[in-house]
T-cell receptor, first 111, second 108 residues
Framework: GEQVEQRPPHLSVREGDSAVIICTYT??????FFWYKQEPGAGLQLLMK?????EINEGQGFTVLLNKKDKQLSLNLTAAHPGDSAVYFC??????????FGLGTRVSVFP | ETAVFQTPNYHVTQVGNEVSFNCKQTLGHDTMYWYKQDSKKLLKIMFSYNNKQLIVNETVPRRFSPQSSDKAHLNLRIKSVEPEDSAVYLC???????FGPGTRLTVL
């Protein structure tokens, strides 16, 4: 089945700097890709979903790149601020099987 | 706007008891899912349910079973809870994965 590797597991970022989280998946038939943010004690907050190939998607304070050729999904936090401190998960959906999640990246933003 | 509802938010119980968690979605989706998030934040699919077709993750113990009355509801029943069942259980709807807020189970 699908396997998703997410790195790094922990990330310390100075406020104002950028940070990148990368996920690599194995199933070339996967076609829904997601990034979630989870703050302490809270549920999963959808940041972005991506369905196209080699696409850059911009959100508020972040950019998502999907490279289906290399089976890689990345999240770039631009100009990090304290509110970005959370655990971030990538997830890959191969139709009816449901999501396969990465192990998460704990991001800490310090002044 | 919340469209996937889970109850209860928290549940504390003792080993061997039966528990049931509810999930309802108001989005009109055909497919619903249950996920388990353990204490290390690891998220794993447990079940997906689509038009009465159930797909079960083979690693899920038999004491877990999903229950659906219609396509808007997918409940999760645990027949006899064990300590390792302590986790957050997340319900989701649609291939686009709209998540509910989760139910935190603590087994004493």
């Amino acid at each position: 089945g699908e396997q998703v590797e997410q790195r790094p597991p922990h990330l310390s970022v100075r406020e104002g700097d950028s940070a990148v989280i990368i996920c690599t998946y194995t199933d070339p038939n996967s076609y829904y890709f997601f990034w979630y943010k989870q703050e302490p004690g809270a549920g999963l907050q959808l940041l972005m979903k991506v369905f196209s190939s080699t696409e850059i998607n911009e959100g508020q304070g972040f950019t998502v790149l999907l490279n289906k050729k290399d089976k890689q999904l990345s999240l770039n936090l631009t100009a990090a601020h304290p509110g970005d401190s959370a655990v971030y998960f990538c997830a890959v959906n191969n139709y009816a099987q449901g999501l396969t999640f990465g192990l998460g990246t704990r991001v800490s933003v310090f002044p | 706007e919340t469209a996937v509802f889970q109850t209860p938010n928290y549940h504390v119980t003792q080993v061997g008891n039966e528990v049931s968690f509810n999930c309802k979605q108001t989005l009109g989706h055909d497919t619903m899912y249950w996920y388990k998030q353990d204490s290390k934040k690891l998220l794993k699919i447990m079940f997906s349910y689509n038009n009465k077709q159930l797909i079960v993750n083979e690693t899920v113990p038999r004491r877990f079973s999903p229950q659906s009355s219609d396509k808007a509801h997918l409940n999760l029943r645990i027949k006899s809870v064990e300590p390792e069942d302590s986790a957050v259980y997340l319900c989701a709807s649609s291939y686009e994965q709209y998540f509910g807020p989760g139910t935190r189970l603590t087994v004493l």
